[in-house]
């Protein structure tokens, strides 16, 4: 059975459609409304405040902190500012994902580490002979995203006109309503955003805060399905989703490379060893053979395919996980796309997709399967650059 | 009485109608065979067999628990219309002696957090060890589904087996493989230091190296064992394990519904004397009765000792054959208590119903306890303070005890065949044994002995008596390594063919072994249709 987060007592007073979904052992709102609709709206036009606090966390404390996630993850964290937040992915042996998440230096000797798997094991395993002490603080602190374009706007109110300067992946201690927060601006909108981490047993406060200052901003408590749109749109993969954690893969092929899940930019290749260096060398010599990447579908040849069926254009209303294939003009498999989306904010068809490399530039016209009626057919779309959507105001 | 049978000439005779005696003759019948299978006790099932002892209760007398049983035979059999069921089991209860207890969910996030509590890393290892397992077991179970190879030979057939095998191995990982060696050779515990670092964690785990085999679980080659015991699938997954719904007997019945539907023939109380061989062939059995009945085809499901050494008779045997079924290690370790109880056991360490008795329940705090019961055991005593396996189909199962009362079956190790009185005199001792067992379970159910209302103690003596399994050994022969693959029973004889023409085995003691797999009856019954033996 799921347990409650820090916030369940306010949640579970909100979500009257009673749609929750088991997150890493939580209970988590799927949607509060029996349709995500403007719990989505609210986070591209207002600000919507989601409870993302079955993130696993771990805060890393002494001298040797940062070699030790410089060992174990694909950054060098040695010049990661106090104050500053980064993304990464870190890997086996063989160069193959583990998870991804996010490090902020928190203080000299003090960093958080948040992924979406557990993480204290994993360190364990690397952690011998460095000065370092990890402690696992997933269940003791609350984490919610404040994001939309008057999430700034909100914080400012709540926690102070300093909030006016943090800048995009900065961080700082900060306090809400006297309670003591630290507040990062990250988040997996892809918009201007802020997410607030804050002991578990002064979380409800900081929820009735944050509330408090949001409504005349028509702040609205947002679910993982409104969240998730927003997610594609901003082309952020899921682990668990668009790739797989290496070390529960049952296949090898299951694996996949920081390179060929968009991480690559991530990579610190030429420094002191860290895991998974050798296989990544090799790989980067020799060339990835996937490479995830954004499709379009082409609307009219959509609208045309239903057409056949005497049917309009039908989309999913939120957004859908279940993989299909991904062809050529040819009609050979070359991939498969893993999540997907319909914008109602681009007015567009998306959907991130694993490609062979070879299919991967903007422009390459694909194929992706789409079932009418029972019927499976495919229509055309288009390799495009991600993030499909990325308002300036995200790092303003 | 027994009855008699209705034909004097059979194309076969199956000796045993235990799950392997009547998947065997289920499979022979269903191919056209004229079948008679002949069974010793009032009722079917040999080990997996479901028995009232008391009134309104209804026991899984000696095997309780389900998971080998192969799916195929399932489907060719369509035992789901013969009266199948299987419920899962929900979850592994360790209640501890401290007051604290750990319970293992098929829900990993709840497990999780739960081992947690005694190592965090222990919490976020046991999926790659289950993921490690899946992967040994989706290669064993390419070694269980068919007949053991034959490395001796050279003849094409058995070469290219060899070779298909081969490659199927090199396919996996390196690590994999490396790991695929250190299993078969490796202790129970060391394999699992492995991956663990938590006593109970690893204490619990551990048990299944050893259950039915008389070696500790730090000695070498329980590895293997234990992934036997995680080789179960339900429905295509491993490492699930079920109740057959009225006990495990439900399971034979159903074979046996199976096998009478295809026109065999099955008779109860009707023991075999011996196996007639007559010019090196055999030709029928004499039953106890006196009564001889013919066949071209003797099939025995029992074990190779009894099969060899007592229904055949070492006179129609070579020395070297007859040696090596002599040497063939039996060695029962494990008894079990059966109690009909009038109201639910209460734990004290987590009172009450729940979930977490919907499975199997462990006494088994620690891994040096569970040495220190294989030590008294090596020595010719039975542990004061043994391992027990509980489980209460009663919970989920409301046909086996009346509503509000349960049923707890407790397998029991170490309980050695060969105790220092001498085997003979576990009479003598078996209430003394249950009550070990008793005042074991009580440190961790004070109410238990006031609310038994019926106690069945079975020691490896009786098990030997009653059920005919030589010196109490559960698999007919221990899953050590040198009596498993084409070492099983005998070197050379592995493919349920021997020495003695028209005589053929089909049971635990062939491959791949014990447990209701029903593989060794299925298995042999195919091999003899190949071979068009009959």
């Known amino acids: 059975m799921p347990v409650p987060t820090p916030f369940h007592p306010r949640t579970s007073g909100l979500c009257g459609s009673l749609l929750w979904k088991e997150w890493s052992g939580y209970y988590a709102v799927r949607s509060y409304d029996t349709c995500h609709e403007r719990e989505y709206y609210a986070l591209r036009h207002a600000a919507g405040l989601i409870d993302v606090s079955p993130l696993f966390k771990a805060d890393l404390y002494g001298p040797d902190a940062a070699a030790l996630l410089s060992l174990v993850t694909v950054r060098n964290l040695r010049k990661l500012r106090v104050g500053r937040v980064t993304y990464l992915c870190w890997c086996d042996d063989d160069g193959k994902v583990v998870d991804d998440g996010t490090v902020t230096r928190i203080g000299e000797q003090h960093y958080r580490l948040t992924g979406n798997g557990p993480l204290c094991g994993w360190l364990a395993r690397y952690s011998d002979g460095f000065d370092v002490n990890v402690e696992d603080t997933s269940d003791a602190y609350g984490a919610l995203a404040l994001q939309g374009p008057l999430a700034r706007a909100i914080l400012v109110a709540a926690a102070g006109p300093e909030i006016e300067q943090l800048r995009f992946f900065r961080g700082r201690e900060s306090a809400i309503g006297g309670i003591p927060v630290l507040i990062t601006r990250t988040g997996y909108t892809g918009d201007l955003g802020y997410e607030i981490w804050v002991e578990r047993d002064r979380a409800v406060e900081v929820w009735d805060r944050v509330m408090g200052a949001g409504r005349p901003y028509r702040i609205q408590p947002a679910g993982l399905d409104a969240m998730d749109v927003t997610r594609i749109e901003a082309g952020f993969v899921l682990c668990g989703v668009d790739y797989f954690p290496a070390h529960h893969c049952m296949l090898d092929s299951r694996k996949s490379s920081p390179y060929e899940i968009g991480l690559g930019w991530a990579v610190n290749l030429d420094r002191e060893p860290f895991v998974g260096q050798r296989a990544l060398r090799e790989e980067v010599a020799r060339g990835a053979v996937w490479e995830l990447v954004g499709i379009e579908y082409d609307w009219d040849e959509y609208e045309a395919l239903h057409a056949e069926y005497g049917l309009p254009p039908q ?25 997907g989306a319909w914008s109602p904010l681009l007015k567009k068809n998306l959907a991130l997709a694993t490609v062979r490399t070879g299919h991967a530039a903007p422009g390459t016209r694909v194929r992706v399967e789409v079932t009418v009626e029972y019927e499976r057919r495919n229509v055309g779309a288009t390799v495009v650059k991600t993030p499909f959507f990325d308002p300036a105001r995200k790092k303003a | 009485m027994s009855e008699h049978p209705h034909s004097s000439h059979y194309d076969a005779i199956v000796i045993g109608g235990g799950h392997n005696g009547l998947t065997a003759a289920a499979y022979l019948a269903k191919a056209g065979r004229k079948v008679l299978v002949l069974e010793r006790r009032h009722v079917l099932g040999g080990a997996a067999v479901s028995e009232e002892l008391y009134p309104g209760f209804t026991f899984s007398v000696c095997s309780y628990v389900v998971s080998l049983l192969r799916p195929h035979i399932i489907r060719e059999l369509e035992l789901a219309r013969h009266g199948l069921e299987i ?13 604290d207890s750990l319970t293992r969910w098929s829900d990993p996030e709840r497990t999780r957090r739960e081992v947690a509590r005694f190592s965090r890393h222990d919490s976020e290892r046991l999926p790659e060890f289950s993921l490690a397992m899946t992967k040994l077991c989706w290669l064993a179970k390419r070694i269980i589904d068919e007949p053991a190879p034959d490395p001796a030979s050279l003849a094409p057939r058995e070469l290219l087996k060899l070779l298909r095998l081969g490659r199927t191995m090199k396919d996996d990982p390196t690590d994999l493989r ?23 964690l690893k204490a619990p785990m551990s048990v299944s190296g050893i259950i039915g085999t008389f070696l500790g679980v730090r000695s070498p080659g329980t590895a293997y064992v234990l992934l036997h015991h995680y080789m179960g699938e339900i429905d295509g997954a491993f490492r699930a394990w079920g109740f057959s719904k009225g006990g495990t007997g439900g399971i034979s019945l159903a074979i046996a519904n199976a096998a009478r539907a295809h026109g065999a023939e099955i008779l109860e109380q009707s023991g075999v004397e011996r196996v007639l061989v007559h010019g090196g062939k055999a030709n029928g059995v004499v039953l106890e009765n006196g009564d001889t009945v013919r066949a071209s085809t003797v099939i025995s499901s029992v074990d190779p000792n009894r099969t060899f050494l007592r229904l055949v008779g070492e006179e129609h045997l070579e020395d070297e054959f007859a040696a090596q079924i002599r040497r063939y290690r039996l060695r029962g370790s494990s008894g079990k208590v059966n109690l009909a109880l009038d109201r639910l056991p209460e734990f004290s360490c987590r009172p009450g119903d729940g979930p977490h008795l919907h499975g199997d329940i462990a006494i088994a705090p620690s891994i040096d306890y569970l040495e220190r019961a294989y ?6 005593d039975f542990s004061e303070r043994p391992y027990i396996n509980v489980v209460i189909p009663s919970l989920v199962d409301p046909t086996v005890a009346p509503p509000g009362k349960h049923v707890m079956s407790c397998f029991v190790q170490y309980a050695p065949y060969d105790i220092k009185e001498g085997p003979e005199h576990w009479p003598e001792r078996r209430e003394a044994f249950g009550d070990a067992v008793v005042d074991t379970l009580a440190e961790y159910i004070p109410g238990l002995r006031e609310s038994i209302l019926y106690r069945q103690v079975l020691t490896p003596w009786d098990l030997e008596q009653e059920f005919g399994l030589t010196e109490g050994n559960i698999f007919h022969g221990e899953l050590s390594l040198d009596q498993l693959l084409f070492l099983r029973p005998a070197a050379g004889w592995a493919r349920y063919r021997t020495p003695i023409e028209g005589l053929w085995v089909c049971g635990s003691g062939t491959h791949p072994g014990g447990g209701i797999m029903g593989a060794p009856g299925e298995l042999a019954a195919k091999t003899m249709l190949q071979s068009r033996a009959l």
Do not use: C, H
């Not at chain 2, 490396?178 to 109970?200: C, G, I, R």
């Not at chain 2, 030590?375 to 010719?380: I, V």
């Open chain 2, 375 to 380: 030590d008294e055991a090596k020595y010719g």
């Open chain 2, 178 to 200: 490396w790991l695929n060696f250190k299993l078969l050779t490796m202790s129970a515990v060391d394999f699992l230091d492995l991956w663990f670092e938590s006593d109970v």
């Open chain 1, 315 to 339: 989309v999913t209303s939120g957004a859908w996980r279940d993989a299909v294939p991904l062809y050529d003009t040819r009609g050979r498999q070359i991939g498969q796309a893993t999540s």
């Open chain 2, 87 to 99: 419920i899962p089991l929900e979850a592994s209860f360790l209640p501890l002696p401290n007051g």
